[in-house]
């Protein structure tokens, strides 16, 4: 079997499609939602944002955005695993056997596991028969050693045995609208129920379990956190004051951004610094940004609906017999075929040891905007494995600020490896809190064929480049600064497309019959562009440039074709010829588009002005959703 270059040398890590890379950018997350199910959860409303709606309780707010987020967990983290409890309610279910905690679940399901459809389903619905199969009561009331929280908190912490601290993120999130749990109960009761609760919680986070707080305030009455939960959950000074509006945008985060693919910060690997000869310390690696991509197609079989599984085999061409032996595959060179066995080919392709190896320092001045091609990775030290990691990195991170310069590092994976540019980053604090942490961005320095040249315009040496004057610089500045978007960030803006398909694909598992509204939030602002000030700075900037006698319908748009564009132009053309070849519905129909060559199918994509990139499954994928299959 000849060698395909470009196959035994891909890079599997820079692949989105990669499964194996998927399941590795970051750590498992098991969360436990504990809802208050007392009476009062029940009883007090608040009212709908919405004229035609009804108000809704506390109760169902903190359903609503529970039902929210494990919908938009699907998408985001699919492989995380989530469970609902549910306190102060008159049934238990829990495998504690412990009064007034009810773990709510569906069958063929595990207490903390995947969401599933059916799992959501029968939580939306779960309001219809809470009160007849579950039951809602004070859980904490005088006269009675009966503590719920304190079992509440008992059984999360059993429930989050699964897994490693180190490998999964522990989480236990509390929605309730009653500050002061023990607030019934007097004396030394009191103080003793709310010690044992505070110490059951303490022993959760010394196992590695991190408890956050949900609270719903009433209308004529904020929560005070300061009566219990602040001790609970660790709170002191600024973050304590910084609490209660930081939960009110949490809240709204979970109700309001549905399936916005962002990924937390979290580790998505550790690495092996090498400062200098013998000198190695740990980092961890953060991707602040991923690019987020359609999942890959999954092939079932028509009778059983199973995922196919796909085996290759090989034939002998002479003897046409079945070959046992695994092949080798070969190059050929001077006339000679050069065998190479399967595991020879993994030891050519592991050109680096995935470590980061310091190189040296240039001044920050040598790196350009235009190196920066992908996202960077954050990098922050860890003492966990290897003691001292931190104060090296401190010492290097300051250095580097104080002589303005950054490192140049070399970094690979087991099949890709380039030079990375360290850059160290200052903690910036404003009086909310840490607004960017201390530490170094890597980024991937480019190779010389990534960097495209700008396209000569000008190509005549006699034409006069056009220069912009001093006043149309100045109108410019204006308008530029008129529709300037203040506090943009990436996060604020949703791939439309990508939330359709997420929309539809909710609908079809969840069998709904309307999809759920989707705003595109790439459309221009009209209203805002149609302001007078906008219009006014619009209109100055056209003056300075065009003149007073411009005439938009007499522009013509006459300008020199450049030879990039006649031979996109070209291509295009040729397509489109070759693509009216194909009976693309029928090859569609009896499911051969999969038979056809990759150059086959980019006929059809380039004819309809679609784009080519991706696996071959990418490119059927394109096509049969453009012919609305």
Same mark, same amino acid.
């Given at each position: 079997?000849?060698?395909?270059?470009?196959?035994?040398?891909?890079?599997?890590?820079?692949?989105?499609?990669?499964?194996?890379?998927?399941?590795?950018?970051?750590?498992?997350?098991?969360?436990?939602?504990?809802?208050?199910?007392?009476? $009062?959860?029940?009883?007090?409303?608040?009212?709908?944002?919405?004229?035609?709606?009804?108000?809704?309780?506390?109760?169902?707010?903190?359903?609503?955005?529970?039902?929210?987020?494990?919908?938009?967990?699907?998408?985001?983290?699919?492989?995380?695993?989530?469970?609902?409890?549910? *306190?102060?309610?008159?049934?238990?279910?829990?495998?504690?056997?412990?009064?007034?905690?009810?773990?709510?679940?569906?069958?063929?399901?595990?207490?903390?596991?995947?969401?599933?459809?059916?799992?959501?389903?029968?939580?939306?619905?779960?309001?219809?028969?809470?009160?007849?199969?579950?039951?809602?009561?004070?859980?904490?009331?005088?006269?009675?050693?009966?503590?719920?929280?304190?079992?509440?908190?008992?059984?999360?912490?059993?429930?989050?045995?699964?897994?490693?601290?180190?490998?999964?993120?522990?989480?236990?999130?509390?929605?309730?609208?009653?500050?002061?749990?023990?607030?019934?109960?007097?004396?030394?009761?009191?103080?003793?129920?709310?010690?044992?609760?505070?110490?059951?919680?303490?022993?959760?986070?010394?196992?590695?379990?991190?408890?956050?707080?949900?609270?719903?305030?009433?209308?004529?009455?904020?929560?005070?956190?300061?009566?219990? #939960?602040?001790?609970?959950?660790?709170?002191?000074?600024?973050?304590?004051?910084?609490?209660?509006?930081?939960?009110?945008?949490?809240?709204?985060?979970? !109700?309001?951004?549905?399936?916005?693919?962002?990924?937390?910060?979290?580790?998505?690997?550790?690495?092996?610094?090498?400062?200098?000869?013998?000198?190695? /310390?740990?980092?961890?690696?953060?991707?602040? /940004?991923?690019?987020?991509?359609?999942?890959?197609?999954?092939?079932?079989?028509?009778?059983?609906?199973?995922?196919?599984?796909?085996?290759?085999?090989?034939?002998?061409?002479?003897?046409?017999?079945?070959?046992?032996?695994?092949?080798?595959?070969?190059?050929?060179?001077?006339?000679?075929?050069?065998?190479?066995?399967?595991?020879?080919?993994?030891?050519?392709?592991?050109?680096?040891?995935?470590?980061?190896?310091?190189?040296?320092?240039?001044?920050?001045?040598?790196?350009?905007? #235009?190196?920066?091609?992908?996202?960077?990775?954050?990098?922050?030290?860890?003492?966990?494995? %290897?003691?001292?990691?931190?104060?090296?990195?401190?010492?290097?991170?300051?250095?580097?600020?104080?002589?303005?310069? *950054?490192?140049?590092?070399?970094?690979?994976?087991?099949?890709?490896?380039?030079?990375?540019?360290? %850059?160290?980053?200052?903690?910036?604090?404003?009086?909310?809190?840490?607004?960017?942490?201390?530490?170094?961005?890597?980024?991937?320095?480019? #190779?010389?064929?990534?960097?495209?040249?700008?396209?000569?315009?000008?190509?005549?040496?006699?034409?006069?480049?056009?220069?912009?004057?001093?006043?149309?610089?100045?109108?410019?500045?204006?308008?530029?600064?008129?529709?300037?978007?203040?506090?943009?960030?990436?996060?604020?803006?949703?791939?439309?497309?990508?939330?359709?398909?997420?929309?539809?694909?909710?609908?079809?598992?969840?069998?709904?019959?309307?999809?759920? &509204?989707?705003?595109?939030?790439?459309?221009?602002? &009209?209203?805002?562009?149609?302001?007078?000030?906008?219009?006014?700075?619009?209109?100055? *900037?056209?003056?300075?440039?065009?003149?007073?006698?411009?005439?938009?319908?007499?522009?013509?748009?006459?300008?020199?074709?450049?030879?990039?564009?006649?031979?996109? !132009?070209?291509?295009?053309?040729?397509?489109?010829?070759?693509?009216?070849? #194909?009976?693309?519905?029928?090859?569609?129909?009896?499911?051969?588009?999969?038979?056809?060559?990759?150059?086959?199918?980019?006929?059809?994509?380039?004819?309809?002005?679609?784009?080519?990139?991706? $696996?071959?499954?990418?490119?059927? $994928?394109? /096509?049969?959703?453009?012919?609305?299959?």
């Amino acid at each position: 079997m000849e060698l395909d270059p470009d196959d035994v040398f891909r890079d599997d890590d820079d692949d989105p499609e990669n499964e194996a890379l998927r399941q590795r950018a970051s750590s498992k997350e098991l969360m436990v939602y504990l809802v208050d199910a007392s009476p $009062k959860m029940f009883s007090t409303k608040c009212p709908s944002e919405q004229e035609d709606q009804k108000d809704e309780s506390h109760f169902q707010i903190a359903i609503s955005c529970v039902l929210e987020s494990l919908k938009t967990q699907i998408i985001n983290r699919s492989y995380d695993e989530v469970a609902v409890c549910f *306190f102060n309610t008159r049934e238990k279910k829990n495998l504690q056997d412990l009064n007034s905690v009810f773990v709510f679940n569906v069958a063929d399901r595990e207490f903390l596991d995947r969401p599933t459809a059916k799992f959501i389903k029968e939580l939306s619905r779960l309001e219809e028969f809470f009160m007849k199969e579950i039951g809602s009561q004070y859980g904490i009331v005088s006269g009675s050693r009966e503590n719920s929280l304190y079992n509440a908190l008992w059984v999360a912490q059993a429930l989050l045995r699964k897994g490693s601290a180190k490998t999964a993120d522990k989480r236990v999130l509390i929605f309730t609208d009653e500050d002061d749990p023990f607030g019934n109960i007097k004396g030394g009761a009191k103080a003793d129920m709310t010690r044992t609760t505070l110490q059951r919680a303490k022993d959760a986070q010394d196992l590695g379990i991190s408890i956050e707080l949900l609270p719903l305030s009433q209308l004529e009455r904020e929560f005070n956190i300061s009566l219990f #939960y602040a001790d609970l959950i660790g709170l002191q000074g600024e973050d304590l004051a910084q609490f209660m509006p930081a939960a009110g945008e949490r809240m709204e985060d979970m !109700k309001y951004q549905l399936r916005k693919r962002m990924f937390k910060k979290r580790v998505v690997r550790k690495l092996t610094f090498s400062v200098a000869n013998g000198v190695s /310390i740990e980092v961890h690696t953060y991707a602040f /940004i991923r690019p987020t991509v359609l999942g890959s197609i999954t092939w079932l079989d028509s009778v059983t609906n199973q995922p196919i599984k796909i085996e290759r085999s090989f034939v002998c061409a002479d003897t046409g017999a079945l070959m046992q032996e695994p092949p080798k595959r070969f190059q050929t060179y001077k006339n000679q075929n050069v065998k190479f066995s399967v595991e020879e080919l993994s030891e050519i392709k592991r050109v680096s040891t995935g470590q980061l190896r310091l190189l040296g320092f240039k001044p920050l001045s040598c790196l350009k905007d #235009y190196h920066n091609l992908r996202p960077s990775t954050f990098i922050f030290p860890s003492d966990e494995e %290897v003691i001292g990691s931190t104060r090296i990195f401190i010492a290097l991170h300051r250095s580097m600020i104080r002589l303005n310069r *950054f490192a140049v590092a070399f970094f690979g994976t087991s099949s890709h490896s380039q030079l990375v540019a360290l %850059v160290a980053q200052e903690e910036i604090i404003d009086s909310g809190g840490q607004v960017e942490p201390p530490g170094m961005h890597m980024i991937y320095l480019p #190779y010389s064929d990534d960097i495209r040249h700008a396209e000569e315009l000008h190509s005549t040496t006699n034409a006069a480049v056009p220069r912009a004057n001093e006043d149309q610089i100045k109108k410019a500045a204006a308008l530029i600064k008129r529709i300037d978007l203040k506090d943009f960030s990436v996060y604020q803006f949703a791939n439309p497309g990508l939330q359709r398909h997420y929309a539809i694909l909710q609908a079809l598992a969840l069998e709904e019959d309307d999809l759920p &509204e989707i705003k595109d939030e790439t459309v221009p602002d &009209e209203e805002g562009l149609a302001r007078p000030g906008v219009v006014n700075a619009i209109e100055e *900037f056209k003056l300075s440039v065009y003149g007073d006698k411009y005439d938009e319908s007499d522009n013509t748009g006459h300008k020199k074709v450049s030879e990039a564009s006649k031979k996109r !132009k070209a291509l295009a053309d040729g397509a489109v010829q070759k693509s009216a070849q #194909y009976n693309w519905d029928a090859l569609a129909d009896s499911r051969k588009l999969k038979d056809l060559t990759v150059v086959e199918l980019k006929f059809y994509l380039t004819a309809h002005d679609l784009p080519v990139s991706g $696996k071959k499954e990418d490119l059927i $994928k394109r /096509i049969l959703t453009h012919m609305g299959r």
